[in-house]
Nanobody
Framework: QVELVESGGGLVQPGESLRLSCAAS????????MGWYRRAPGNERELVAS???????NYASSVEGRFYISRDGAAKTVALQMNTLKPEDTAIYYC?????????WGQGTQVTVSS
């Protein structure tokens, strides 16, 4: 059973930054891909950013240039640096780890961007 624990969410004002972290209970390089989805009220789940086992990253067009995903194998963590936050970034952010077609999920962390 893989456990993913997110941290770092909170309330910020537009233009500010937040850093989310996802700690895995096992070696992160055993996964084909890790990353972050988000779900805003009334919206479908959206892939925000991902990084595959080879280090190739992928971003939603809505966050490209503002969000950056990284990983630390020794610490077994994946981080999402979110800069220049906008109100439309408000959502619950979920960490995921995928092995072939199987997904493991974190419990989610709330990010609220409001003045």
């Amino acid at each position: 059973q893989v456990e993913l624990v997110e941290s770092g969410g909170g309330l910020v004002q537009p233009g500010e930054s937040l850093r989310l972290s996802c700690a895995a209970s096992t070696n992160i390089f055993m996964f084909n891909e890790m990353g972050w989805y988000r779900r805003a009220p009334g919206n479908e789940r959206e892939l925000v950013a991902s990084i595959n086992v080879g280090g190739v990253t992928n971003y939603a067009s809505s966050v490209e240039g503002r969000f950056y995903i990284s990983r630390d194998g020794a610490a077994k963590t994946v981080a999402l640096q979110m800069n220049t936050l906008k109100p439309e970034d408000t959502a619950i952010y979920y960490c995921f780890a995928r092995t072939l077609g199987r997904y493991n999920w974190g419990q989610g962390t709330q990010v609220t961007v409001s003045s």
